[in-house]
C-alpha cells in the first residue's frame, strides 16, 4: 500500500464506517433544524439575517467576516456546506484539477437529498485524487492554492476536517432525534 492509499484509507474508514452512514435518512426538516435561536444555515436568498448571505443560487449560506465571538450555533445544512465547500470543494478544484470551488459563488443545497449528493460527489473525486498522489507529490507543497505546507499535512488537515465536523453532525442529529425526550428544566 502506498502512502497515498495510506491516507486516503484513514478518511475513507471514517467516511464509510462512520459518517456516511450516519447520513442515511437525513429529512430536510432535519437538514435544516436551527437547535437554538441565531443559527446560521443555508437559507433561501434574500431571507438571512446574517451580515453576509454567500452563494450564486436559490439558497445561501450565513456568514460574516469577521466570525462573531463567540461564533453562532450552526445547522445541519451550514456543516455540510462547511465540508462540501471548504473542506473539499477548495482543495479539489486547487490540487486535482476540478472546478473551481468558492464559498461566495457555490450553489447550496436547497435539501438534504441535494446536499447529500454534493457530499459524496466531492468527496468521491477528493478520495480518488488523494489516492493518485505520488510520494514525491505528498512531500512537496502543492503547486496550486494559498497553501505551502507540504502535500501530506494538506490532506491530513481535511481528514481531521471532516472527522471534527462530521462528528459535529452526527451529535446534532442525536439532538434532533432526542429533542422530545428532553427533560423538563427545574425552573
Known sequence: MTRSERLADQLD?????????????????????????????????????APVSAGSGEWAMDFASPEPVPPPVTTIAWRLAHLIVSCLGYRVGWYFGGQDVD????????????????LDDMYGRWNAGVRELSDADLENPPRVGPERFP???????????????GAEISLLRDLYRRQDEAAPRPT
Open 151 to 165: 502535500m501530506e499535512n494538506r490532506i491530513l488537515h481535511v481528514n481531521r476536517e471532516m472527522i471534527h465536523h
Open 103 to 118: 464559498f461566495e459563488t457555490f450553489a447550496y443545497a436547497g435539501t438534504a437529498d441535494e446536499a447529500l449528493k454534493q
Open 13 to 49: 474508514w471514517y467516511w464509510q464506517k462512520n459518517l456516511r452512514p450516519r447520513l442515511h435518512g437525513l429529512a430536510d426538516e432535519e437538514y435544516f433544524w436551527e437547535p437554538v435561536p441565531g443559527c446560521w444555515s443555508i437559507r433561501p436568498r434574500g431571507t438571512s439575517a
